[in-house]
């Protein structure tokens, strides 16, 4: 049982360049979301999904896209990266809207550096 | 707007040196205060929930307390292997599927 994957580890991209990162969770969770977490601050929400098909925008979905085609998968892509992107991203599941026991189940994070 | 704060950012005991982290919150209508441990290099990792002022959960050496405004997370007797950041995200109804979190302390526990 892998839990949550994210795939890269680490990524270095160049300003204006586009990327996807991959999130896959094999534990039949129906929400699924993405953070940023930069020094200092705590997660802060991107997009969400409370299950195939519907996605929804978070606390800083700027410059940023998501869907959301099957339960297993959630990727996050960066269409046009920029400096202010650098950051690690974390993808997290649940087995209902985290509204209910806050129980995220976390991917090992995607370190990510815009130069 | 909600705020979130948790204090110390670090925090560095001996081993079997008691002592509490601080998460004061500002929200209204608390659903859930939720704290999680997040080890270098990894995901955070749930530990407690709470719902209401005057609750405590309870694992190994780890407590966490509710009340109206602050929650805390007392330490006892700690050993090196509790040596990480501890985050806690209090949830209200107006936040919808967002929850805020602190933005933790980092707790050392030298051996």
């Known amino acids: 049982n892998a839990g949550v994957t994210q795939t890269p580890k680490f990524q270095v991209l160049k300003t204006g360049q586009s990327m996807t990162l991959q999130c896959a969770q094999d534990?039949?969770?129906?929400?699924m979301s993405w953070y940023r977490q930069d020094p200092g601050m705590g997660l802060r929400l991107i997009h969400y999904s409370v299950g195939a098909g519907i996605t929804d925008q978070g606390e800083v979905p700027n410059g940023y896209n998501v869907s959301r085609s099957t339960t297993e998968d959630f990727p996050l892509r960066l269409l046009s990266a920029a400096p202010s992107q650098t950051s690690v991203y974390f993808c997290?599941?649940?087995?209902?809207?985290?509204?209910?026991?806050?129980?995220?189940?976390f991917g090992e994070g995607s370190r990510l550096t815009v130069l | 707007e909600d705020q979130v704060t948790q204090s110390p950012e670090a925090l560095r005991l001996q081993e079997g040196e008691s002592s509490s982290l601080n998460c004061s919150y500002t929200?209204?209508?608390?659903?859930?205060l939720f704290w999680y441990r997040q080890d270098p290099g990894k995901g955070p990792e749930f530990l407690f929930t709470l719902y209401s002022a005057g609750e405590e959960k309870e694992k190994e050496r780890l407590k966490a307390t509710l009340t109206k405004k602050e929650s805390f997370l007392h330490i006892t007797a700690p050993k090196p292997e509790d040596s990480a950041t501890y985050l806690c995200a209090p949830h209200s109804p107006e936040d919808n599927n967002d929850m805020r979190f602190g933005a933790g302390t980092r707790l050392t526990v030298k051996p």
């Open positions: 997290a599941s649940s087995y209902a809207g985290q509204t209910d026991t806050g129980e995220l189940f």
């Open positions: 534990m039949n969770h129906e929400y």
């Open positions: 929200v209204s209508g608390l659903r859930g």
